[in-house]
């Protein structure tokens, strides 16, 4: 299958594994694409869990956070935040 997107995920299985969609790289717009998602154990419909993951790749795109290096333990916070949302949201979907 094609990969509409370029996000690194084919067609077929953002219709039948991921439920994303195959035309929108970032289904969730949380910042980090689908195939990263994936990759990574996050979930690409969900965008809370992108900060961390933005953050931790050095790239910090719309982190707001200082430039020095005492932003770590903010990570860590923010970090457990989105894991606590996530599986509160799939313990509701259950």
């Known amino acids: 299958d094609a990969d509409s997107d370029d996000d690194g995920l084919n067609d077929g299985d953002e219709v039948n594994i991921h439920d994303t969609d195959p035309n929108d790289a970032d289904s969730d717009d949380g910042g980090v694409n689908d195939g990263d998602e994936i ?8 965008y809370d ?3 961390a993951q933005l953050y931790f790749a050095g790239g910090r795109r719309g982190c707001a956070t200082t430039s020095g290096g005492g932003d770590a333990p903010l990570a860590i916070v923010l970090s457990l935040l989105g894991l606590a ?10």
């Open 85 to 94: 949302m996530l599986r509160r949201r799939r313990s509701r979907a259950a």
């Open 49 to 51: 869990d992108d900060l």
């Open 39 to 46: 990759a990574n154990g996050t979930d690409p419909n969900f």
